[in-house]
């Protein structure tokens, strides 16, 4: 049974910086993709981010590219995703995923219980 856990949301104003954490468990994390998802109010999910399983390779959305940075400790079996610059269309509630692919495609539906970001102007 593979297990996500979400953590790191909470309230900012514009400008401001949060560092989402997601620690994945029943699965072989160093070998996998990892991915960041969101879901603002009244909408789908998107894609924001993708890390292969070294973390030589990342992949972010267009809106969110140099503001948001995803990393990897495999030792610690968790992905991070550091938002900076934030802005209110950023509050959404943010998702990890395993195993995606480079462009945000999902493969695998497991996902935890999301950490809410909510972004004042």
């Known amino acids: 049974q593979v297990q996500l856990v979400e953590s790191g949301g909470g309230s900012v104003q514009a400008g401001g910086s949060l560092r989402l954490s997601c620690t994945v468990s029943g699965r072989t994390f160093s070998s996998t993709t990892m991915g960041w998802f969101r879901q603002a109010p009244g909408k789908g999910r998107e894609f924001v981010a993708f890390?292969?399983?070294?973390?030589?390779?990342?992949n972010y959305a267009d809106s969110v590219k140099g503001r948001f940075t995803v990393s990897r400790d495999n030792a610690k079996n968790t992905v991070y995703l550091q938002m900076n610059s934030l802005k209110p269309e950023d509050t959404a509630v943010y998702y990890c995923?395993?195993?995606?692919?480079?462009?945000?495609?999902?493969?695998?539906?497991?996902w935890g219980q999301g950490t809410q970001v909510t972004v004042s102007s």
């Open positions: 890390i292969n399983w070294s973390g030589g390779i990342t």
């Open positions: 995923n395993v195993g995606p692919r480079l462009d945000g495609q999902v493969t695998l539906h497991y």
